[in-house]
């Protein structure tokens, strides 16, 4: 009997432990909501300026030119400890590139063009940030939170090794939010959930 209270006892731990989630909803501007890890380092203004003087040169440089329409970015936060790499980052584009019912109507031809652009873009762009293209797996369609979407993902390489990237498009009337999820492929056991929960929670209500 008091083996059996033990198991019991045992098997009620996590669930005890559970019931305090390690991750933090976050509301953004916008009506963007979604939930990240606890204890996550937020960039500062400085950092987020940094990266996008880089970005802006990278575009600059490799032909491709910056994106119509004026963007913002809602938050951006990096993994804790900093000697793992996992990235959230949310901008949001005022108007949005295209219209939704234009994403709707995208056949497999269109996501194969857009594909075949943009994986030229990264193989120009990449490289001036000291990075490669390792592998481009493609364009798709998907709806999140109720909004159409496009998916990119692909493979790059890092100061530390590979790192997995994808990047969600999602498209409202009113603006076009783009959430790049990344981590450390040798994290992947590590970082992969965390970054699939982190997807699954997004949240557009209707702004403005």
Request: net charge positive; aromatic share 6%; charged share 20%.
């Amino acid at each position: 009997m008091k083996a059996l209270v033990l198991v019991i006892g045992l098997l009620l731990v996590p669930a005890a432990a559970s019931a305090e989630s390690n991750f933090a909803s976050v509301k953004l501007p916008r009506g963007v909501q979604l939930q990240i890890p606890k204890g996550w380092w937020l960039m500062g203004k400085d950092h987020n300026r940094l990266i996008h003087t880089s970005v802006e040169a990278a575009l600059d440089l490799s032909g491709i030119g910056l994106p119509d329409g004026q963007e913002t970015n809602l938050i951006a936060a990096n993994s804790m400890p900093r000697t793992t790499y996992a990235v959230v980052r949310v901008d949001s584009t005022i108007p949005p590139s295209v219209s939704p019912r234009e994403i709707q109507a995208a056949t497999a031809t269109d996501l194969k063009d857009i594909g075949n652009e943009l994986r030229g873009g990264l193989e120009k762009m990449l490289p001036l940030q000291n990075n490669q293209l390792l592998q481009f797996y493609g364009v798709r369609k998907d709806s999140i939170s109720g909004h159409p979407a496009l998916v990119i993902e692909y493979r790059r390489s890092g100061p530390k090794g590979p790192v997995i990237v994808q990047i969600n498009l999602i498209f409202t009337n009113s603006q076009e939010v783009n959430i790049n999820l990344s981590y450390r492929e040798s994290e992947a056991a590590l970082w992969k959930p965390v970054v699939a929960k982190i997807r699954q929670s997004i949240t557009l209500t209707k702004w403005p």
